[in-house]
T-cell receptor, first 113, second 116 residues
Framework: DQQVKQNSPSLSVQEGRISILNCDYT??????FLWYKKYPAEGPTFLIS?????DKNEDGRFTVFLNKSAKHLSLHIVPSQPGDSAVYFC????????????FGTGTRLQVTL | ETGVTQTPRHLVMGMTNKKSLKCEQH?????MYWYKQSAKKPLELMFV???????ENNSVPSRFSPECPNSSHLFLHLHTLQPEDSALYLC???????????????FGQGTRLTVV
């Protein structure tokens, strides 16, 4: 039973436009959420996180939104750049479990010129 | 460069072989992890070590045997693997803090394992 779901395996966005990546979770104990970015032949790299006490966290071009009632989070990238083309993983954990992360299957983002 | 180094990057082994994956972190973290990524599946947590003590084993078969001699090094010993064990094995580390703070994990580049 997958507790973290990324229902879109791929997304294509034009350079300069907004990319929106979505993630849903089922475990209501999750209270810390992270986005990782992965290039081919590299390990995932941390991008941005959000605690359940917030509904938004922003870092430069990247913003994560959390809707706890819907058990949904999203990552917005604006403006999108070709270097953003990668696989994006949503992950979740709950307090006291440190970085024992439960991951989604990932969404491949392609930013086109 | 994330501060977590894994070797080898690629490994091909037969089902009767014994091999080991190595992970080293230079971040001063106190927790280390093994994750497995199979094709079209999410990353799955395999083992967790906190202050060199194994705190979690996620129902991993005994043909995978972890070893953590100190907080900076983590090994995954492999023996009599099956072709379905072919996957990307990722090591990660983090600074495990008291609640309620959580921290992100830093990942190595992974070892691409093929069992033939």
């Amino acid at each position: 039973d997958q507790q973290v779901k990324q229902n879109s395996p791929s997304l294509s966005v034009q350079e300069g436009r907004i990319s929106i990546l979505n993630c849903d979770y089922t475990n209501s104990m999750f209270d810390y959420f992270l986005w990782y970015k992965k290039y081919p032949a590299e390990g995932p790299t941390f991008l941005i996180s959000i605690s359940s006490i917030k509904d938004k966290n922003e870092d430069g071009r990247f913003t994560v939104f959390l809707n706890k009632s819907a058990k949904h989070l999203s990552l917005h990238i604006v403006p999108s750049q070709p270097g953003d083309s990668a696989v994006y993983f949503c992950a979740a954990s709950y307090t006291g479990t440190a970085s024992k992360l439960t991951f989604g299957t990932g969404t491949r983002l392609q930013v086109t010129l | 460069e994330t501060g977590v180094t894994q070797t080898p990057r690629h490994l091909v082994m037969g089902m009767t072989n014994k091999k080991s994956l190595k992970c080293e972190q230079h971040l001063g973290h106190n927790a280390m992890y093994w994750y497995k990524q199979s094709a079209k599946k999410p990353l799955e947590l395999m083992f967790v070590y906190n202050f060199k003590e194994q705190t979690e084993n996620n129902s991993v078969p005994s043909r995978f045997s972890p070893e953590c001699p100190n907080s900076s090094h983590l090994f995954l010993h492999l023996h009599t693997l099956q072709p379905e064990d072919s996957a990307l094995y990722l090591c990660a580390s983090s600074q495990d803090r008291d609640r309620p703070l959580n921290t992100e994990a830093f990942f190595g580049q992974g070892t691409r394992l093929t069992v033939v």
